[in-house]
Every structure is written in structure tokens, then in C-alpha cells.
């Protein structure tokens, strides 16, 4: 973002993202882009914008590979909770599917999944909260950090925890509840 001309205008999707590349460089614009990968980069090549901010993983699938300036990091852009991870489920009766989920089961990714979800439970969070939650998992210590915004962005609440893994779901909600705290008199819904 640094070879971006001052006030340079991004196109994103999300309020999460606006208010996180403001933290980055406060005088870019963002403005709401919508479409597929193909129609957004097309608004990019008809100079629309400045630059776009699309998935890393979607433009390689894409094989679109030489569109992509700058990847940004977890610590730049904390994704939306759950971000990029496949799940499945079914009937809550059949206990045969169940049973072959339960094997195909990446216990890991379910645990950090699990503590970034409980985030948005305690929050109250939905598609339209500007809220990032990332876990990360070491050894047998599982360390989350989360971010709410206020609903101009104007102001960021931050939090980071570790703990063992088996209380995923516990440390999802007391990062949780520690947010809502930090943003209990300017967060109003």
C-alpha cells in the first residue's frame, strides 16, 4: 500500500477491511466494490480504482497470480472469523454421517474455529460487524487475537489471549466479553 498515490481509492466488500486499511494508512479511500473476481478486476483495469482487495486464495485458484501486488498479513487484515475453512454438516440425527464427519475432522482447525466463532456469539456479530477474529495453534497452547471496530470505524478495540487447547470455546468467550467490554459506552447496535 505504500505505492499507493495519496488518497488512492481501494475497492472492497467489507466495513472490516475499510476500517482496517484506515489503520493502515488513514487518507485511502475505500469504496464498495461488488461482483465476481473477473468483474471487479475489470472496475480495476477500467481504473475505478486505485487498487482492490481480493482473496489470495481465490485468485490463485483462479490461477490470477499476476494481478496480486501485495499480500497482506494476519496482523495487517485480522480475517473474518472462520475464514477459509471448509465444513460440512448434516442432520443432527444421523448418526452415520456423523460418525464419518467425525474421522474427516481436523481437530485443530475445529478448535480455532471454535474460539473465533464464540467471539462473534458473545458479540452478537453479523455479516454486517466489522469484527476480525484469528487463532492460531502451538503445540498444545492456542493464542486468538480480535478486533471489533465501532460501526463508523472510528474507533478499534483489540484483544489477544492464550491458552491451553481444550478451552477453546472458553477463551473465544472471555476475548469476547472483553471486547464488548472495551466497546461497551461506543459500540451501539
Do not use: W
Request: proline content about 1%; charged content about 30%; overall charge positive.
Amino acid at each position: 500500500m505504500t505505492e499507493l498515490k495519496t488518497n488512492a481509492v481501494i475497492g472492497t466488500s467489507s466495513f472490516r477491511r475499510e476500517f482496517q486499511i484506515k489503520c493502515i494508512r488513514a487518507d485511502i479511500n475505500c469504496k464498495l466494490i461488488r461482483g465476481n473476481v473477473d468483474t471487479r478486476i475489470r472496475k480495476l483495469k477500467d481504473k475505478l480504482y486505485d487498487a482492490i482487495v481480493l482473496s489470495y486464495a481465490g485468485i490463485k485458484s483462479l490461477k490470477m497470480n499476476d494481478y496480486i501486488s501485495e499480500i497482506f498479513s494476519v496482523e495487517d487484515l485480522i480475517p473474518s472469523a472462520g475464514q477459509g475453512t471448509i465444513s460440512l454438516q448434516c442432520r443432527e440425527d444421523d448418526n452415520e454421517i456423523i460418525s464419518i464427519l467425525k474421522k474427516i475432522n481436523h481437530d485443530n482447525t475445529h478448535q480455532r474455529v471454535t474460539a473465533e466463532r464464540n467471539v462473534l456469539k458473545v458479540l452478537e456479530g453479523d455479516c454486517e460487524t466489522a469484527v476480525g477474529a484469528h487463532a492460531r495453534i502451538d503445540g498444545n497452547k492456542i493464542t486468538l487475537e480480535a478486533e471489533l471496530f465501532s460501526l463508523d470505524g472510528s474507533k478499534r478495540f483489540y484483544e489477544k489471549k492464550s491458552s491451553e487447547i481444550i478451552n477453546a470455546e472458553s477463551l473465544g468467550k472471555e476475548v469476547g466479553k472483553i471486547l464488548k467490554s472495551k466497546s461497551k459506552n461506543t459500540y451501539k447496535r
